[in-house]
């Protein structure tokens, strides 16, 4: 059965950092581009980040860049999303996604694998 796992989530002031974590089944790892999207009270889901297989290529949603980094350990079959000088407008469940490539996982058709999503809340 393919697992996707997020961890990290929680409760942050405004400026605050977080990071979350993401645990992934063999099934849904090897070969994989690995994501983060992202879906507000109210909003549609929105894609956030993504990395590839061999780590060559990375993508950012472009509100968060130069706050948000993802990273992947092959060995441990995780990926992770730093994220750094969070604001309000960050509030949301936050999932993490797994497709063919990262270029896929920028919209939602090129996700093959969710996870259940953990939750991030940033205060003012």
């Known amino acids: 059965q393919v697992q996707l796992v997020e961890s990290g989530g929680g409760l942050v002031q405004a400026g605050g950092s977080l990071r979350l974590s993401c645990a992934a089944s063999e099934r849904a790892w090897r070969g994989y581009g690995m994501g983060w999207f992202r879906q507000a009270p109210g909003k549609d889901r929105e894609f956030v980040a993504a990395i590839g297989w061999g780590h060559e290529d990375t993508y950012y949603l472009d509100s968060v860049k130069g706050r948000f980094t993802i990273s992947r350990d092959n060995a441990k079959m995780m990926v992770y999303l730093e994220m750094n000088n969070l604001k309000p407008e960050d509030t949301a469940i936050y999932y993490c996604?797994?497709?063919?490539?990262?270029?896929?996982?920028?919209?939602?058709?090129?996700?093959?694998?969710w996870g259940q999503g953990t939750h991030v809340t940033v205060s003012s």
């Open positions: 996604a797994a497709g063919r490539s990262a270029a896929a996982l920028r919209v939602e058709l090129g996700v093959d694998y």
